[in-house]
T-cell receptor, first 114, second 113 residues
Framework: KAGVTQTPRYLIKTRGQQVTLSCSPI?????VSWYQQTPGQGLQFLFE???????NKGNFPGRFSGRQFSNSRSEMNVSTLELGDSALYLCASSLAGTPQETQYFGPGTRLLVL | DQQVKQNSPSLSVQEGRISILNCDYT??????FLWYKKYPAEGPTFLISISSIKDKNEDGRFTVFLNKSAKHLSLHIVPSQPGDSAVYFC????????????FGKGTKLSVIP
């Protein structure tokens, strides 16, 4: 079974631009979560989608948004990029997103904002 | 306010010895805990988990201990192997309420041959 895939793997943008990252979950998984990892901050929860609906959102500004499609693939968008948005963005999928399910992570998209 | 804390950024252990990674949490609503391992350029991979109704869970060389009264959990790796060298993240979730994982900042384990 194929794992979680994320595209692109690496991205360089400049301040003020916007970016869209894509995540394809494991086949059959309907929950997709997004996390931001920065040095010294660990993984911080961005949002979680299930059946095209955002169920949970972390403490991030409105510049960070996402969506999920009917095939469970998900995208996240960051508008008006800031230097501090440079990070590894990870998505994870699970069957139904219940608390005691294992989340399976993709390799991440490394975003550098110049 | 950090709800899951891993106070040791790094740990070095000799091959064959025990590695003990620690994690503390502050949110009393957390009732499910997980450990993930992360190699460079890869996403985190699930290692082992424990529910708050247990105080120990074992899977091969990996054992997680939970002390609810102290709000503390630890991961024991015995014996440690060079391939265990990675960053280990402790994570927690609350069954009641919105589903999300809250992660610690990670501990980098180096197993020296």
């Amino acid at each position: 079974k194929a794992g979680v895939t994320q595209t692109p793997r690496y991205l360089i943008k400049t301040r003020g631009q916007q970016v869209t990252l894509s995540c394809s979950p494991i086949s059959g998984h309907r929950s997709v979560s997004w996390y931001q990892q920065t040095p010294g901050q660990g993984l911080q929860f961005l949002f979680e989608y299930f059946s095209e609906t955002q169920r949970n959102k972390g403490n991030f500004p409105g510049r960070f948004s996402g969506r999920q499609f009917s095939n469970s693939r998900s995208e996240m968008n960051v508008s008006t990029l800031e230097l501090g948005d440079s990070a590894l963005y990870l998505c994870a999928s699970s069957l139904a997103g219940t608390p005691q399910e294992t989340q399976y992570f993709g390799p991440g998209t490394r975003l550098l904002v110049l | 306010d950090q709800q899951v804390k891993q106070n040791s950024p790094s740990l070095s252990v000799q091959e064959g010895r025990i590695s003990i990674l620690n994690c503390d949490y502050t949110n009393s609503m957390f009732d499910y805990f997980l450990w993930y391992k992360k190699y460079p350029a890869e996403g985190p991979t699930f290692l082992i988990s424990i529910s708050s109704i247990k105080d120990k869970n074992e899977d091969g060389r990996f054992t997680v201990f939970l002390n609810k009264s102290a709000k503390h959990l630890s991961l024991h790796i015995v014996p440690s192997q060079p391939g265990d060298s990675a960053v280990y993240f402790c994570a927690a979730s609350a069954t009641a309420g919105s589903y999300q994982l809250t992660f610690g900042k990670g501990t980098k384990l180096s197993v020296i041959p």
